[in-house]
């Protein structure tokens, strides 16, 4: 009895977490680029007087590297959610 009640209490103070690990992983893929683009894109735009092409074509790239990462995280997360609910239903036989 005192196992059982200590893996439902590991369970269900932990449920949160693969969740918080996606939020954080795709909250820096958005932001890390972009803030990155808007400070380079900035200081290429006053070294050639460009303004504000090179910024718009940071901002771009930023976009699109996000855009990336997140489909990257993505198919990550669900090959993983894959492997577990192949591994359960392997158990279950």
């Not at 893929?29 to 894109?41: K, N, T, V, Y």
């Amino acid at each position: 009895m005192g196992l059982d009640n200590q893996s439902q209490d590991k369970q269900s103070t932990t449920w949160w977490q693969p969740a918080f690990v996606i939020f954080t992983q795709v909250s820096g893929w958005i932001a890390g680029p972009i803030i990155l683009a808007l400070f380079l894109g900035k200081w290429l735009d006053n070294k050639y007087q460009t303004s504000p092409w090179l910024f718009l074509i940071c901002i771009g790239l930023a976009f699109l590297i996000s855009s990336l990462g997140i489909v990257r995280i993505t198919l990550d997360y669900l090959k993983k959610i894959e492997t577990e609910v192949k591994q359960k239903n392997d158990s279950l036989k």
